[in-house]
């Protein structure tokens, strides 16, 4: 259920999902204005916590707050009181505080956007944590697919490459899942977390078995230090068993949409035509970024009224 | 001055090593268990009403962290006993860990001054089995024995070096004194800090594997058989470790093992939340491990409970979870938690306290763990219905980090006497020092 925080797509339901699509849809319209900019937001305070370089996310979440007409500021992790050794906790409760109407929190590992939530009591949106969750991103992906096939249920998705460090892959797993989709996961072995079955999907280690018949391929980027040594002998050798191309492609659906949560490590997970395949369904989804976080902001913190500083959404819980 | 002259009346002797379970009184003078029995009449002496309550030995815990010296913010001699005693424990072991370590006649010397200064609890320094806890040169083993050392070991910095691990298993036999091997491969482990499953999949925390515990427990078994030593395993967690530990004693290894509480009752689901005060080494493993453990610890294969107290600070604890040090403190809270065997039957509250007094006792080769006439008057007064919700800030540990914390327990430990003295008492809290 949403309540006031969103963690993690694990804590939504179907109708929740359903809700901030279609709040999106009309945040999208916003951003084909020449003025892209509502009053909704006028008056609140929304921190970006970075803790993890991020330029993409960061930037996505700042142009959602600023066209919602919230004042944004951008807490980078070297600007704050982290190099001072104090803990996560204490930077929470000094921001506790300061009176803010979202927090808007990326941290390196899982777990940190719900510790803050805990002692913090404006809302909380984790804008990655770890390998654990990425709820904006999955809803962005969701929102893409929706536009480009028309539905979700019944489809079919691979997602392809390094599971095991992906938080974009444990939320689009439970985001299509809950949204009747079914899910498939595929990678070398090492990059398959442990009981991934118990997340409802299938594993395989064979591209080609992974992506026959799918309607969505979905490549993870993969991070560089994870191209040698212990995961992986060679980036050559992941590209050629892993990558996507246009021969692989075949075997998925004639019509099937390639995805990645960028940046694309071009010629790595995507070959070199496949980048410059149908283009517009990545930047699609940067698109969509936008206006799905418009309408997480909206939705967590647009509600909070005078005098009742603790709405929630739904029948969430309160802390 | 002499001890006191105690007599605990009317409560339920439990004595494992007499196979003891009947209702009587203990009488305790000049530091020893001078009477046992029903028509006990001692007017002059005081009187520790036991009704509804059991007489038992006091606790020996094998595994704890005192963090004295060096580090006395987390805990130090004096609030680690109180806090034991608090618990029903008459005897703790502490772990070399300290800073300095305690790789040293001088530094083992210094524990035992402190403790007999500063600590109402029996403490029994257990040294470090490599300089520096480094993993490469032993330590005087014969003068650190000497100088009280009890046991052998580098605990959470596992030797990693089978060769190191067998000259020291070799050499230990020369003092007799057991190797206490913490069996977790760390290049297994590999930054993982949570049990690898489900729930490590879940939390998206680096996934630390079952099989590093087992591949480095059986090794240290098959290095135990060659070299004939003792080897004591640490905080058994795994159905692996529990099969290879019963399958080694079936070949007549001299080995015996422990479990702790929260390895007996917790499972890696406590984790779901980021409760860093959940977060120990090894992890909270799945229900299936679980349910091994309990098994071992009832069929004999695991010897003991030992809590492996660990205290660390708030501002420790407060860390991200990969960051935020592992261990739990567990005196004060180890009697109520594994009184869940008791009440679901898997063992009696007899051979509950065997395996909490007489059996780590023996394993350390120390006084304890007995109620006969002339021993050591080291008891436990224990009421198993006691209901009380614990609050770290309330015990005597001065650290909080307790997955328990806020919960209402069932039993507590209402008095607890060693070497004759009333050294805490559950209403007037610790008496002595």
Redesign the interface.
């Known amino acids: 259920m949403i309540g006031r925080d969103l963690l993690g797509i694990e804590d939504l339901d179907r109708a929740d999902i359903e809700r901030i699509l279609e709040t999106a849809e009309h945040m999208r319209e916003i951003g084909r204005r020449v003025i892209k900019k509502v009053p909704t937001l006028r008056g609140r305070t929304i921190v970006n916590l970075f803790f993890e370089s991020s330029t993409r996310t960061k930037s996505s979440f700042e142009i959602a707050g600023k066209r919602l007409s919230a004042d944004v500021i951008n807490f980078a992790a070297a600007a704050s009181s982290l190099k001072k050794a104090e803990s996560i906790l204490d930077t929470a409760r000094n921001l506790e505080a300061m009176d803010l109407d979202a927090v808007v929190v990326r941290h390196a590992v899982a777990g940190v956007p719900k510790q803050i939530a805990d002692v913090l009591s404006a809302p909380v949106i984790n804008a990655g944590d770890g390998a654990h969750e990425h709820p904006t991103q999955a809803l962005l992906d969701l929102l893409t697919v929706r536009r480009e096939k028309g539905r979700i249920d019944g489809l079919t998705i691979a997602i392809v490459g390094d599971i095991l460090h992906s938080r974009v892959a444990r939320s689009n797993i439970y985001a299509f899942r809950k949204m009747g989709a079914e899910v498939r996961v595929a990678g070398p072995p090492q990059m398959i977390p442990a009981a991934i079955e118990t997340l409802g999907v299938k594993a395989f280690t064979s591209l080609r078995e992974a992506i026959d018949g799918v309607d969505v391929v979905m490549a993870l980027r993969i991070q560089n230090e994870r191209l040698t040594g212990t995961y992986l002998p060679s980036v050559r050798e992941y590209s050629a068993t892993y990558g996507i191309d246009r021969e692989k492609l075949k075997f998925a659906k004639d019509d099937a949409i390639v995805m990645h949560p960028g940046p694309v490590n071009r010629g790595v997970e995507l070959s070199h035509d496949l980048t410059d395949h149908r283009p517009g369904v990545i930047l699609d989804q940067v698109r969509n970024g936008v206006a799905v976080r418009m309408a997480v902001l909206y939705l967590l913190s647009g509600r909070r009224q005078e005098g009742d500083p603790r709405v929630d959404l739904g029948s969430g819980e309160e802390k | 001055m002499s001890q006191q002259r105690i007599w605990i009346r009317g409560g339920r002797i439990l004595d494992p090593a007499a196979e003891r379970d009947e209702p009587g009184d203990v009488l305790i003078e000049g530091g020893v268990i001078v009477a046992v029995g029903t028509k006990l009449d001692a007017s002059d002496a005081e009187v520790i009403d036991a009704k509804g309550a059991w007489i038992a030995p006091g606790f020996v815990d094998l595994h704890t962290h005192l963090r004295e010296p060096g580090q006395e913010y987390k805990e130090d001699i004096a609030s680690g006993g109180r806090s034991a005693v608090a618990g029903g424990f008459a005897a703790v072991a502490c772990m070399a860990n300290t800073h300095p370590v305690n790789d040293d006649p001088a530094m083992t010397d210094y524990i035992i001054d402190r403790a007999k200064q500063d600590s109402p609890a029996r403490v029994y320094p257990i040294a470090a089995a490599t300089r520096g806890l480094e993993g490469t040169e032993m330590t005087e083993m014969s003068a650190l024995v000497d100088a009280g050392a009890v046991a052998f070991s580098d605990d959470g910095k596992t030797i990693m070096d089978g060769g190191v691990m067998r000259r020291i298993l070799e050499y230990s036999r020369t003092v007799g004194k057991p190797v206490i091997t913490h069996g977790e491969d760390r290049h297994l482990v590999a930054g993982g800090v949570v049990n690898?499953?489900?729930v490590?999949?879940?939390?998206?925390?680096p996934?630390n594997?079952a099989v590093a515990e087992v591949v480095l427990i059986t090794r240290d078994l098959m290095l135990a058989e060659l070299t004939g030593a003792h080897l004591h395993v640490a905080h058994v967690s795994t159905k692996g470790a529990v099969a290879a530990i019963r399958q080694a004693r079936e070949r007549g290894v001299h080995v015996t093992a422990e479990v702790t509480p929260h390895h007996l009752t917790l499972t890696d689901e406590a984790l779901l939340?980021?409760d860093t005060n959940a977060k120990v080494a090894p992890p909270l493993r799945s229900a299936a491990d679980v349910r091994a453990c309990r098994e071992g610890l009832v069929d004999g294969t695991i010897d003991a409970i030992a809590t492996d107290h660990a205290p660390h600070a708030v501002?420790e604890k407060?860390?991200?979870?990969?960051?935020a040090p592992p261990g739990l403190i567990g005196f004060e809270t180890a009697f109520p938690v594994v009184l869940d065997l008791v009440r679901s039957g898997e063992l009696s509250p007899l051979e509950l306290m065997r395996r909490l007094s007489t059996n780590p006792a023996k394993i350390l080769d120390r006084p304890g763990g007995s109620l006969a006439i002339g021993a050591a008057a080291n008891v436990a007064i224990l009421d198993p219905d006691r209901s009380w919700t614990y609050d770290p800030a309330k015990g005597y540990s001065k650290s909080r980090n307790s997955p328990w914390a806020g919960h209402t327990l069932t039993g507590r430990a209402i008095a607890t006497i060693v070497g004759g003295w009333l050294v805490y008492d559950v209403e007037r809290g610790v008496l002595y020092p």
């Open positions: 690898e499953g489900p490590s999949t879940k939390l998206g925390l996934g594997p939340g980021y501002h407060d860390l991200e979870f990969t960051e």
